[in-house]
């Protein structure tokens, strides 16, 4: 692997601590940096490089810095340390290196590198006034329900399911969740803190101050991001923490009484409990997602509830019939390109996800021939 010389302010150094997450082992290693490419409240990313001698190279990784010793920070990588899933962002390396610029300590943790997050891929068609493709909202859509199966059957909930933490490759259609900085084991009957996630995309549970919620935030993360791939904008766009409910209530009509006791007994916000538009919920998920016809638009109905139980689950999600169309066609058409492109394997399931599917595995893997049943899958 070389690198072009077009990169001129490269920031070098060298790591004394370098880990291979997939070896264990740890070398003296040369990092060199030669772009950012994102930053937050949690640090920075930057693509980089490493190399042992100069000559050998690996990479690019997206390197996310973080200050170190916060427990915020090291759940992040004892997550990726342990996740191993196509729809999940893989660690490769990681070490601590102290900053030249403050002296502090900070925890790099080196990831592989895709091309573009789906928040950019979104913006790209609705500032050209262009809808995203259905096809490409289906295989964006199912691979995020994918990796929510895996996460979600280990505990680990993200936390902060939004387009720009949903790593994207348009040209194989490839999706990997990213930023587990907010991510947490949730363990039953521990109470978690309900200020969380980014609030366009906050479950209604959580902006009632619900403390003992479920991987279920995830799930309504992921219906706010389908909807936000059929319409280019965010669905829910509360200016303030509380307005967030107002918007909800607009298009699922006011919040149950029942449901704001049992997310919160001490709530006493408002519950915009007047209808805040005319007609059926069904009516307005119609207008706003028409694009996304009969099946888009169940989809969405069945994942959008306020009571975080009944929510469709991910191995539902992945046996929708909204997911039909990419159990019968193989190919998609990337934006720009005029030849078909062959999907990515959305259905390569190893024995941990299968013993999660189950019975749902029939429905959701391509019907053929020599696909064999879930009676002959040891599970």
């Known amino acids: 692997m070389s690198i072009g010389q ?31 490419i994102g930053h937050g409240a949690f640090g920075t990313v930057v693509q980089a490089y490493i190399t042992p ?19 915020y920070k090291s759940r992040e990588l004892q997550i990726l340390r342990v996740t191993d899933h196509p729809n999940v962002v893989k660690l490769e390396y990681f070490f601590t290196h102290v900053s030249p610029q403050d002296g502090k300590v900070y925890q790099h943790l080196a990831m592989e590198c895709l091309p573009e997050t789906l928040q950019i891929e979104i913006g790209r068609y609705a500032s050209n006034k262009l809808e995203l493709p259905l096809k490409h909202v289906k295989l964006y859509s199912y691979q995020i329900a ?41 363990e039953q009957n521990q109470p978690s ?59 699922l009509g006011p919040p149950d009484k029942k449901f704001i006791f049992f997310s919160n007994p001490a709530y006493d916000g408002p519950l915009f409990s007047k209808p805040l ?12 997602f028409g694009h996304a016809g009969p099946e888009g638009i169940d989809l969405l109905m069945k994942i959008l509830v306020y009571e975080p139980q009944l929510r469709l689950s991910p191995r539902r999600i992945l ?25 990515p394997n959305l259905f390569d399931f190893n024995d941990f996800e299968l013993q999660i599917l189950r019975e ?5 893997r391509p019907k053929t021939d020599d696909t064999p049943s879930v009676t002959e899958v040891e599970v």
Not at 24 to 31: D, K, P, V
Not at 53 to 71: C, L, Q, S
Not at 177 to 183: N, Q
Not at 277 to 288: A, I, T, V
């Open 319 to 343: 046996a929708h019939p909204f997911f039909d169309d990419l159990r019968r066609e193989e190919y998609f058409f990337p934006r720009g390109q005029t030849q078909p492109v062959r999907l």
């Open 53 to 71: 001698d100069r000559e050998k190279w690996y990479g690019p990784f997206a390197i996310k810095r973080v200050p170190a010793h916060t427990e």
């Open 146 to 186: 994918r990796g929510m199966l895996y996460l979600h059957a280990f505990g680990i909930c993200h936390r902060d399911i939004k387009p720009s933490n949903v790593l994207v490759d348009p040209g194989t259609g490839a999706l990997k969740i990213c930023d587990f900085g907010s991510a947490k084991k949730l």
């Open 6 to 36: 077009s990169h001129t302010k490269c920031e070098e150094f060298i790591a004394d601590d370098v880990t291979s997450n997939r070896s264990n082992s740890t070398r003296r290693m040369l990092i060199k940096e030669f772009r950012k």
């Open 360 to 364: 749902f595995t029939d429905k959701i």
């Open 193 to 251: 803190i309900s200020y969380i996630c980014s609030r366009f995309y906050r479950a209604p549970e959580l902006i009632i101050g619900c403390t003992q919620y479920t991987t279920q935030i995830d799930i309504w993360g992921l219906g706010c991001v389908i909807g936000e791939m059929l319409i280019g904008k965010a669905v829910f766009q509360g200016h303030e923490p509380l307005l967030q409910l107002r918007e909800i209530a607009k298009l």
């Open 277 to 288: 538009f005319s007609g059926s919920p069904q009516w307005r998920f119609e207008k706003h």
